[in-house]
C-alpha cells in the first residue's frame, strides 16, 4: 500500500502472546478512531491470524514467521513488508527482535514509535504501568483517538452446548512453558464443587494443551462440563460473555473473558507483575499470593462475592 496524500498507511507490530494481543485491543481502536480513513495493517503471527483477521480496525493482516535472521528467505519477506512506504509503524511489541527490524529494515523517512534504539518517537519508561494502559499511550502517541474497543465483532454461536442459563467458566490451564503459574488443580475442583452448591453449573474450558490440568480437576469435581479443546477464540469469548462469572490462571483466555465484561478474577503467582499484567475489564480483578497454592477457594469466592458476582 503506497502512502498517498489522501491516505496514509499505518503498520502496528503485535506478536502476542494471546493475552497481550487482547490487551492491545483499546489501542487497535484507538488507532482507527485517530486515522478513520488510513490503511492499517497488522504485524502479528500466523498463530493469532485468524483472530486478527476478524478484528475490525485492520485493513490487512501480515504474518512474521519471526524466523531466524540467518533464513534469508523469511527474513526477506518481513524486510519486505517493512520497507513499503509506511507513515508510521507502531511498535507494540518491543522486542529485540522489532528492534532490530528498525535497524535493518525500516526506511529512515518512516515514523516509529517504539522502545527501539534511535527510533523517532520514543516511548517513555512504562515501569509499571499496565500493558493495556501501555499500548493505549503508543497508540496517542501516533496520533490515535482514546477509545474503548467495542467487542460485539467477535462472536460465535456455542447452542450446541446447551449451556444452562447460569454457569461458570473456569480456566484451570496456562502456557505449557510456564506451569508455576498453575493454580493447584485440588483448588480448582474445590471451588467448582462450592459453586456447584451455589447452584451453577461449572465449565471447564481450554485448550488440549490444558488436557492434564482440566482431567486433575474432573477427578475431584466430577459434575463439571469439559468443554477444552472443543471451542475456537471466538468461541470462547462467547463462552466466557454469557458466563455468570469466570475465574482462571494468568492466561490469554482470562484476558479475554475480563475484556468481555463477565465477572472475572485472575490467580496469580511469583510469576505475574499485576501493576504492569493484570486483565482490565468492567467487571474484573485478580488475588496474588507466593505461593500460588496459598490463595484458597474461599478467597476466590469471598472477592466474588464482593463484586457481586455471586
Known amino acids: 500500500m503506497q502512502s498517498t496524500t489522501t491516505q496514509?498507511?499505518?503498520?502496528i507490530?503485535?506478536?502476542?502472546?494471546?493475552?497481550?494481543?487482547?490487551?492491545?485491543l483499546d489501542a487497535y481502536a484507538s488507532v482507527r478512531a485517530g486515522f478513520p480513513d488510513?490503511?492499517?495493517a497488522l504485524l502479528t503471527t500466523s498463530a493469532f491470524a485468524p483472530l486478527a483477521v476478524?478484528?475490525?480496525?485492520?485493513?490487512?493482516?501480515i504474518i512474521d514467521q519471526r524466523a531466524s535472521f540467518f533464513n534469508l528467505v523469511a527474513t526477506y519477506k518481513t524486510a519486505s513488508q517493512l520497507w513499503r512506504q509506511w507513515d508510521s509503524i507502531i511498535d507494540l511489541q518491543c522486542s529485540k527482535r522489532t528492534a532490530n527490524y528498525h535497524r535493518f529494515f525500516t526506511p529512515s523517512l518512516t515514523n516509529w514509535y517504539?522502545?527501539?534504539?534511535?527510533?523517532?518517537?520514543?516511548?517513555?519508561?512504562?515501569?509499571?504501568?499496565?500493558n493495556q494502559q501501555r499500548m493505549c499511550?503508543?497508540?496517542?502517541?501516533?496520533?490515535?483517538?482514546?477509545?474503548e474497543a467495542d467487542m460485539t465483532w467477535l462472536k460465535a454461536d456455542i447452542t450446541q452446548f446447551e449451556l444452562p442459563k447460569r454457569f461458570a467458566v473456569l480456566i484451570a490451564g496456562c502456557s505449557p512453558a510456564k506451569p508455576s503459574k498453575r493454580w493447584p488443580s485440588h483448588h480448582f475442583a474445590s471451588l467448582a464443587n462450592i459453586l456447584t452448591r451455589q447452584g451453577l453449573t461449572v465449565v471447564l474450558a481450554g485448550t488440549?494443551?490444558?488436557?492434564e490440568a482440566v482431567d486433575s480437576v474432573r477427578e475431584n469435581a466430577p459434575d463439571t462440563i469439559d468443554?477444552?479443546?472443543?471451542?475456537?477464540?471466538?468461541?470462547?469469548?462467547?463462552?466466557?460473555?454469557?458466563?455468570?462469572?469466570?475465574?482462571?490462571?494468568?492466561?490469554?483466555?482470562?484476558f479475554l473473558a475480563a475484556k468481555t465484561g463477565t465477572p472475572t478474577v485472575m490467580v496469580l503467582g511469583a510469576d505475574t507483575d499485576p501493576d504492569m499484567s493484570a486483565p482490565v475489564g468492567a467487571q474484573c480483578s485478580w488475588i496474588q499470593k507466593v505461593p500460588i497454592s496459598d490463595i484458597t477457594p474461599d478467597m476466590v469466592i469471598e472477592r466474588l462475592t464482593s463484586m457481586k458476582a455471586l
Do not use: Y
Open 8 to 11: 496514509k498507511a499505518i503498520l
Open 13 to 24: 507490530i503485535k506478536h502476542g502472546a494471546l493475552g497481550d494481543l487482547i490487551q492491545g
Open 38 to 40: 488510513a490503511h492499517i
Open 54 to 61: 476478524k478484528m475490525p480496525w485492520f485493513d490487512e493482516i
Open 114 to 130: 517504539g522502545t527501539a534504539t534511535g527510533c523517532s518517537h520514543p516511548m517513555p519508561d512504562f515501569t509499571g504501568v499496565n
Open 137 to 147: 499511550t503508543a497508540a496517542k502517541m501516533a496520533g490515535g483517538i482514546i477509545v
Open 208 to 211: 488440549n494443551a490444558d488436557r
Open 227 to 254: 468443554l477444552s479443546g472443543k471451542t475456537n477464540i471466538p468461541m470462547l469469548a462467547a463462552l466466557c460473555n454469557q458466563a455468570s462469572l469466570v475465574i482462571g490462571n494468568d492466561t490469554g483466555p482470562v
